[in-house]
């Protein structure tokens, strides 16, 4: 009878907490099926699926700073300038490819957009060494200076950016073959969106399989757990953290590329303005977590697309409003893993 017994609690156990790691995710699902009751189904579709859309693009432009941070224990508040720099790149790319823009063909659109999110990945990411090994390499460890040093950064690369293109807006028009819409029954529903969709599910399947699946993962989760350990084994942890503080800046990159796409405006405060909402998807989140991001994204921008659609004026504090909520049910975010 005690073996029974035993037994039982041990199965218990584990599926009390199989339920409860993923109770966040239904957070997703609730949120996502009130709205219902307040709306036709094909607006909801609709507002349902540019809401996940909008989140995928803010997850491109958090993904990096979250993985900056979980691993690295950097509050890069600079964060925001490798997104204005890598709209500015793409614009400088694309700006002199028009014809291929205003092209209706698919390839010569491609043939455009691919290097410009190649260039900007590729920039920023050489930028985010020079500003890890300038700017955050004397301040590891303190968390005010990391914040007072890299928002400064972010005031200097601003004006940086006024300096080289000018204080004006920049118009980036969307490639040929990415505007417009298609219609399924309905429902209608933006190519654009459907492509920063498809980028997100990629830059997510891609960070959880290498963090999780392949030996760089393994000696970054060992480095953030014991890196003296990984270093007496031979490995190189701070070499290695460089390069997870330059992917980061990349992703930064290539979020600003999206983001740019998305206005179709390009401005030199453009990564100030969205770092606010960066933030708001890490702390829902869970600080470090990817999988945290990915979610916190997809809540931020759902809630935004329904409040800003039942009730616009609830829509300008509807995220901060969120966040709140959320953190005083789970005050260190819906998948905490920094364990600082």
């Avoid at 006024?162 to 417009?180: E, H, M, N, S």
């Avoid at 989760?221 to 014991?226: D, F, L, P, W, Y």
Wanted: charged content about 10%; proline content about 4%.
């Amino acid at each position: 009878m005690a073996t029974d017994t035993a037994h039982l609690t041990t199965t218990v156990i584990p599926l009390r907490e199989r339920l409860k790691a993923r109770l966040p995710m239904l957070v997703v699902v609730v949120v996502a099926l009130l709205p219902i009751a307040l709306m036709d189904l094909s607006t909801w579709t609709i507002l349902t699926l540019a809401g996940l859309a909008m989140g995928m693009m803010i997850f491109l432009m958090a993904s990096g700073l979250t993985l900056v941070f979980g691993l690295m224990d950097v509050l890069n508040f600079g964060h925001g300038a490798f997104i204005s720099v890598g709209a500015f790149l793409a614009a400088a790319v694309m700006l002199p490819l028009a014809p291929w823009m205003r092209a209706d063909s698919v390839w010569l659109n491609l043939a455009a957009l691919l290097p410009a999110i190649v260039v900007a990945m590729a920039v920023a990411g050489a930028l985010g060494y020079a500003f890890e090994r300038l700017l955050i390499m004397p301040v590891y460890g303190n968390h005010l200076k990391q914040i007072l040093i890299t928002m400064g950064g972010l005031i200097i690369a601003e004006q940086l950016l006024i300096v080289i293109w000018g204080p004006d807006q920049i118009p980036l028009t969307r490639p040929t073959t990415f505007q417009g819409s298609f219609t399924l029954g309905n429902v209608t529903f933006e190519k654009f969106r459907l492509i920063a969709v498809i980028i997100g599910l990629i830059v997510f399947a891609g960070l959880t399989l290498i963090l999780n699946r392949t030996k760089i993962g393994l000696l970054i989760r060992a480095g953030v757990e014991n890196g003296e350990m990984v270093e007496a084994l031979g490995y190189r942890i701070r070499r290695l953290f460089v390069g997870v503080f330059m992917a980061g800046s990349a992703l930064a990159g290539l979020g600003g590329v999206m983001w740019a796409l998305y206005q179709e405006t390009v401005t030199a405060s453009m990564g100030m303005q969205v770092m606010v909402l960066v933030f708001i998807v890490i702390i829902i989140g869970g600080l470090g977590s990817v999988t945290g991001c990915f979610v916190g994204a997809m809540l931020v921008g759902l809630v935004a697309n329904y409040t800003g659609f039942l009730a616009p004026k609830v829509a300008l504090f509807s995220n901060i409003g969120l966040m709140v909520i959320i953190l005083m049910w789970r005050p260190q975010g819906l998948f905490p893993v920094a364990k600082r």
